[in-house]
């Protein structure tokens, strides 16, 4: 739409209320091509259809066609009014029609949120706070135990000893609350190894010293956070019966042992494998710490006013995620619920900080001349194409088909930022 008039009045930081006018030449086409519209489907006692008078038109349906005309004209003329004032909203428009008449221009006024002007300052060179990465002789030790531990082999025991810490029982059990049985808490043959904290704090004690053919009744008490909120906390009163008792046998940390678990040509070699993946795993570590030090770093340093539309989404992100979380820990969704008034309390300053380092790090790529290339942003196509079993051409499509591809841009272009930031770091 052409000829728009378009001025931009700021009332805040982050907000702008936009008036466009359209010239009266364009809204009295509109409006005498929806009365042509209306006479064309009117029924009308009296006339035929398509010929009632333009006047009963007028007194039966003014209102109508007023709000179809502003309707029009606003979804036609707002975004190259936008593109006329530079200006790309972050929340929904609200709109105020200030004139629409027949023989005048329309006015009306958008008023929305949009991200604050300001130039990025202080990011080259940050200063964060350094550590150092050190791998000991005692990680590596436990790390070998590990290994270890998963290559033990079990072996019934023959003679008639009891159950020791280690050992595997092979248990049939019921647990009961007041009397009445205890959702999932029985089992049948069931394999326990005693140390492994499979069964609530306490059960795995109780059957220390307990043989083969034995029987044992014990009360242990449910942990805070059982699967069931109702039982939480409660005591629950456990027979068990122990059918076989059999023991984990280690093997010895040796050059078989080495070339047994992988492609090592003995001890010393595996030894020095697990040193390295202990230090590579305390590098990316360290580097998602960096990372996070820098953004908060540069979160204050700009202490931007922050959008609230922006806010509440990235809130709202961030609800869903604990949300999911506390599911995925067991917690009923009716339990959840109860807790979301406190989560989302709880997400406010995460929220704020976040949306203010997204706000941060895309002034400093627009500064940089940073952006995402086609072959950058293909490769994350391929990985998230890989993860679904799913051909990049049709992950390609659903990211378009739900207007996604470039909220997958911003993010690469968010995480490169953030590195390119992080690269040039000083540690003190």
């Known amino acids: 739409m052409e000829d728009l008039k378009v001025t931009v009045e700021e009332p805040g930081a982050v907000t702008r209320a936009v008036t466009v006018e359209v010239p009266v030449d364009e809204v009295g086409g509109r409006f005498a091509a929806m009365l042509k519209e209306?006479?064309?489907?009117?029924?009308?006692?009296?006339?035929?259809?398509?010929?009632?008078?333009?006047?009963?038109?007028?007194?039966?349906?003014?209102?109508?066609?007023?709000?179809?005309?502003?309707?029009?004209?606003?979804?036609?003329?707002?975004?190259?009014?936008?593109?006329?004032?530079?200006?790309?909203?972050?929340?929904?428009?609200?709109?105020?029609?200030?004139?629409?008449?027949?023989?005048?221009?329309?006015?009306?006024?958008?008023?929305?949120?949009?991200?604050?002007?300001?130039?990025?300052?202080?990011?080259?060179?940050?200063?964060?706070?350094?550590?150092?990465?050190?791998?000991?002789?005692?990680?590596?030790?436990?790390?070998?135990?590990?290994?270890?531990?998963?290559?033990?082999?079990?072996?019934?025991?023959?003679?008639?000893?009891?159950?020791?810490?280690?050992?595997?029982?092979?248990?049939?059990?019921?647990?009961?609350?007041?009397?009445?049985?205890?959702?999932?808490?029985?089992?049948?043959?069931?394999?326990?190894?005693?140390?492994?904290?499979?069964?609530?704090?306490?059960?795995?004690?109780?059957?220390?010293?307990?043989k083969a053919g034995e029987t044992r009744e014990f009360t242990v008490r449910l942990p805070e956070q059982f699967s069931d909120a109702a039982l939480a906390g409660k005591d629950a009163l456990f027979t068990v019966t122990v059918s076989e008792v059999r023991e984990r046998i280690l093997p010895a940390l040796d050059d078989e042992f080495a070339k047994d678990v992988g492609e090592y040509q003995g001890i010393e070699d595996l030894r020095a494998k697990v040193r390295e993946n202990i230090r590579r795993t305390k590098e990316v570590a360290a580097r998602g710490r960096l990372r996070d030090a820098v953004g908060r770093r540069l979160a204050e340093l700009h202490p931007v006013e922050v959008p609230p539309a922006m806010l509440e989404r990235r809130r709202e992100s961030l609800i869903a995620e604990a949300e999911r979380y506390l599911v995925m820990r067991g917690m009923p969704w009716a339990e959840?619920?109860?807790?979301?008034?406190?989560?989302?309390?709880?997400?406010?300053?995460?929220?704020?900080?976040?949306?203010?380092?997204?706000?941060?790090?895309?002034?400093?790529?627009?500064?940089?001349?940073?952006?995402?290339?086609?072959?950058?942003?293909?490769?994350?196509?391929?990985?998230?194409?890989?993860?679904?079993?799913?051909?990049?051409?049709?992950?390609?499509?659903?990211?378009?088909?739900?207007?996604?591809l470039a909220g997958l841009e911003a993010s690469l272009l968010e995480d490169k930022t953030l590195d390119w930031v992080a690269d040039r770091a000083k540690t003190v």
């Open 38 to 210: 209306y006479r064309r489907k009117a029924v009308q006692p009296g006339f035929r259809k398509g010929k009632v008078p333009e006047e009963v038109i007028r007194r039966l349906h003014w209102g109508d066609i007023t709000a179809d005309v502003a309707r029009g004209l606003i979804g036609d003329s707002l975004e190259p009014a936008l593109g006329q004032a530079t200006l790309e909203p972050v929340s929904e428009p609200e709109f105020e029609i200030v004139t629409l008449e027949e023989g005048r221009p329309f006015t009306y006024v958008a008023k929305f949120e949009v991200r604050p002007r300001f130039e990025p300052a202080g990011y080259a060179g940050i200063e964060i706070a350094g550590e150092t990465l050190e791998v000991t002789d005692e990680e590596v030790g436990r790390l070998l135990e590990e290994i270890r531990q998963s290559h033990a082999t079990v072996k019934k025991v023959e003679d008639d000893r009891g159950l020791r810490e280690g050992d595997v029982a092979v248990v049939t059990f019921e647990g009961r609350v007041a009397g009445a049985p205890l959702p999932g808490g029985s089992g049948k043959d069931f394999p326990v190894t005693l140390g492994s904290g499979t069964f609530p704090p306490g059960f795995e004690d109780n059957l220390i010293g307990a």
């Open 336 to 404: 959840v619920q109860k807790t979301r008034a406190q989560i989302r309390e709880d997400a406010g300053p995460a929220a704020e900080r976040r949306v203010r380092i997204s706000l941060v790090l895309e002034a400093i790529a627009a500064r940089e001349g940073i952006s995402v290339t086609e072959e950058e942003l293909a490769a994350e196509i391929g990985k998230i194409a890989a993860a679904n079993k799913l051909e990049p051409a049709e992950v390609r499509r659903r990211l378009v088909e739900n207007e996604s």
